[in-house]
């Protein structure tokens, strides 16, 4: 649950006057991708008839992604890459057509790097609910009319079945590493832990166990700051005129999101009680330059995404509990057999420290024994996005952990 695209993740800075201008002009009713926008680097995967767990129904369902590299003959060096909250199937490469962000990690992802593209062929699915490519709330219904409201009631476990149905399609068995951060790697687990079978390594980023009471009622504030919008007409803003969707309630609620995104020392240090310009905000109208930088990203991030959709997900995330109808947590984590790679930022206050120990503890092929690897970083929970360097070099180990590897390379 993170910026997930370069322009947001880069360390926070003051909004500068040309930064201002981006965010101009009325916002879309949604700013999800629709059928007949630019493809962009988009493949779309086929599933078929889709049954959720609360009994919900669709009688299709289709997943965009997006590969790198090359599938082997023998199918085995293919790599999972699950994303965050609000992130996409366009892991790497440029914004332009098609793709409104650059690559959310480029700098792990490609020739030479961690995951290492000449190596490895790596597989990036929009999850199910999203709103680029996948079938979501925006999508259509037979009928011709948006899903809106009337999408299904969504799980971490649904969104991974669909993930399984879809390595079915690839004719992949096994993946030789499944990787995730934040909500991407709630999937990463619940792929370890519902199919070891098909689960060679495992990396789990700043993630917990399950979603408590704490991140629950954080998240609940978030979707009614969406669904109290006037423009949110019950769900149903598709047809609105640009200006006229639910733009306010859906920046607002990023705008929550992102104080939990980040740390408070960062925030402190980088913004202090500095003024955004000369006018003061001391009862004259002006802003504090911390006001100003979380007003700008929550309206840049309602020009990509979708309202419903940012329910949706966020629902799913609350769904998050990998002891659910398995024993508990350790007795679920105890289903992991891949070598695992479990890493928390010390300074992650969406997702703490105390979650990471507790799938440590509970994986028995942890490649760190019984605790998480841990890095140190000024940024909270988006220093999985950032810290290029650390995160690459214990994905590294990981990735180094068979000698097929070496056999792939040679």
Known sequence: ???????????????????????????????????????????????????????GHLPHVRLAYETLGTLNPEKDNAVLITHALTGDSHVTGDAGRGHATAGWWSSIVGPGLAIDTDVWFVVTPNMLGGCQGSTGPASFAPDGYEWATRFPYTTIRDQVRAQVQFADLLGIDR?????????????????????????ERLAVLAAPPHTTADQVALNSVQIEAIRMDPLFAGG?????QDGNGPHRGLALARRMALLNYRSPSELNARFGRTWQSAISPLGDGGKY????????????????????????LVEAMNSHDIGRGRGGIDAALARVSAATLVLGIDSDRLFPLEGQETIAR??????????????????????FLIEADAVSAHLRRLLDTADRRAAWVS
């Open 289 to 312: 330059a911390i006001e100003s930088y979380i007003d700008f990203h929550g309206n840049k991030f309602t020009r990509r995404f979708d309202a419903n959709s940012y329910i949706t």
């Open 236 to 240: 149903h803003y598709y047809d609105a």
């Open 175 to 199: 993946w030789a590493a499944v990787v995730g951060g934040s909500v991407g790697g709630m999937h990463a687990l619940e792929w370890a832990v519902g199919y070891p079978d098909r689960v």
């Open 1 to 55: 649950m993170d910026w997930q695209t370069p322009e947001d993740t880069v360390p926070s800075s003051f909004i500068t006057e040309e930064l201002a201008r981006q965010v101009l002009g009325k916002p879309p009713a949604t700013g999800a991708w629709r059928d007949g926008d630019p493809a962009g680097e988009r493949l779309f995967a086929d599933l078929g008839a889709f049954d959720f767990e609360s009994g």
């Open 362 to 383: 509970g994986i028995r092929s942890n490649i760190d024994g019984d605790v998480p690897a841990v890095i140190t970083s000024d940024f909270g929970h988006d220093g």
